[in-house]
């Protein structure tokens, strides 16, 4: 069958004498996709808020078979994303099969597969995908801690006057990290990263107050950022400087943030790479880990 080039603005793409895609009404569409994906990897227990997430994302489509809705998928030249099937179909080599030979007409570049669940990346290492990482929320009940002299260190609050110190930071402690992705990262992204989050934060807040930074006299050596995440506050950000790893500053850091939080919620969360040394760390302060969501990608033929 001949396929269509990508524009933006069709409707319909046929996939096979059976199978095509549907460009689908965002809103509607992120309603499915709430409660087909059938997974809550960040703990976010409203289905309605769980939907927002997505709700404005241009780019979905319906997979019909003989007109009849069968799944969904957000998808662009070089990138598919957050797939799941409508039940009674349950077939994902069928539903992949239709649909990655449409993608591999947009564009000869490899294919980005992300927000992948377990069941979908087993389908698609068998279709040719890598895995090249898998991320986890982990969630812990929110508590209150004595606080302790991390003497000869000293703690200090946040602000935005801050962002380049901080993303001076980042940059020195990521760029040590076993994740690619936050590896080769430029020290201008972290300036977004924290830019970003300083746009989300509003000042005076819990998640404000929660957000604090380690100094060896005047030099930025660790901090933590937390902010809302689909209604419940999620530790966004935990880095400390390489120089002075493996002092418990992080972890001071993080106990603290939760003390905080007490006050206003009853759990906390946070996302971090699998393989990620501070795992373990998270684990061992009693953070409960969620499923893993995948990224992969096919190179092409």
Known sequence: MPYLDYDRNAQTYPLTDAFKLVKAPSEKFAQYWAIYRNINEDFTLDYAVQANEIAD???????????????????????????????????????????????????????????????????LVRH??????????????????????IAPYTVASISKDQTDTLAKLFYDAFSQSDDVSYRDRPLEQHQDSVENYFDQLTEGDRCYEASKSVYDDDKLIATVLVQMHNDMPSIRFAVTHPA???????????????????????AVKLAVTDGNPAQAIYYHMGFMPGDPIYSLVHDGD
Request: aromatic share 10%; proline share 7%.
């Open 57 to 123: 994302v241009p780019f979905c489509y319906w997979i019909q078979q003989n007109n009849q809705t069968i799944g969904g998928s957000i998808l662009l030249p070089n990138n598919l994303g957050d797939m799941f099937l409508v039940p009674p179909f349950s077939d994902w080599d069928t539903a992949l099969g239709a649909v990655l030979p449409l993608l591999h007409h947009w564009s000869d570049k490899p294919i980005q597969a992300q927000q992948i669940t377990h069941p979908q990346m087993e389908a």
């Open 128 to 149: 040719g995908f890598r895995v090249t990482s898998s991320r986890r929320w982990m969630i812990r009940p929110t508590q209150t801690y004595s606080d302790r002299s």
């Open 244 to 266: 002075y790893q493996r002092k418990g500053l992080g972890k001071h850091l993080i106990e603290q943030a939760i003390h905080t939080l007490a006050a206003d919620f009853t």
